[in-house]
């Protein structure tokens, strides 16, 4: 498995190589576009061929049957077996809510979320689930221990816990804690958000304010009264929360 990463790791660095030499060239937007997509995916192959190596080390995760393959594989890449991505694109999935999950897992095979995470990343490998390997995957992730994120943006961190316990009732948000919870633990209807990552945050109320998900009644109303600071400042409380 670390020897395929590796030598696609090897074919995206040549076809990296060419793009910038178009680029050099005069190349056109179309060019640089790719080209950045193309460093996105060498990083995540370059994360994810360490983290096979480091799997191969390490005692399997519980038996849980028919799912073991998939958590090893798409999972892996992005998510790590253990549901705690050290990446700020993907979602951290430890002691995620079950029936969170398994909603979530839903509307990506369903394709009703539609925002550009859900179908460039999650649409295929949902397409295939049954019904009850996504409860198996839910069960499974929100067993999991989640491990502490990195403290977020001290500068940004203040206003985001004011923003979470009180909201902005001047702009008619209300607190984040009415529905996550205290301490962002979350609940069979909201997700849970302690230790999730800031970057992943911003991009999902980026996607309410757009409607992109639907599948959280409330969440597009109260994303579209946040400024672009508040969002970045909650997010950042969020992320340093346990």
């Known amino acids: 498995m670390a020897l395929k990463l590796l030598t696609l790791e090897l074919i995206l660095a040549l076809n990296l190589l ?3 030499l178009i680029i050099a060239k005069g190349g056109d937007m179309k060019s640089r576009t790719i080209t950045f997509r193309l460093i996105i995916l060498l990083v995540i192959l370059n994360f994810a061929r360490l983290a096979v190596a480091s799997t191969a080390q390490s005692d399997p995760p519980p038996n849980f049957g028919p799912i073991q393959p998939i958590l090893y594989g798409e999972c892996l890449l992005c998510h790590d077996h253990s549901g705690n991505s050290t990446s700020p694109i993907f979602p ?6 079950e029936l969170y999950l398994e909603k979530e897992l839903k509307a990506f095979r369903e394709h009703t979320r539609r925002d550009p995470d859900a179908f460039g990343y999650m649409y295929g490998p949902a397409s ?4 009850g390997k996504i409860h198996l995957l839910a069960e499974y992730f929100s067993e999991q221990t989640p491990t502490p994120n990195s403290p977020g943006n001290p500068d940004r961190v203040k206003n985001g816990e004011v923003i979470f316990k009180n909201g902005v009732p001047a702009n008619g948000v209300p ?3 009415a529905c996550h919870g205290d301490s962002a633990q979350g ?3 909201a997700p849970r958000l302690a230790g999730q990552s800031a970057g992943y945050i911003v991009r999902q109320l ?3 304010k757009r409607n992109e998900r639907k599948e ?3 969440m597009p109303i109260v994303a579209s009264k946040l400024t672009a600071d508040e969002e970045r400042d909650v997010a950042n409380y969020l992320q340093g929360l346990k």
């Open 18 to 20: 060419k793009l910038e």
């Open 206 to 208: 980026e996607a309410f």
């Open 92 to 97: 951290r999935l430890a002691g995620q809510n």
């Open 187 to 189: 609940n069979d209807f």
């Open 216 to 218: 959280a009644a409330t």
């Open 175 to 177: 607190p984040c804690y």
């Open 128 to 131: 295939s689930l049954s019904d």
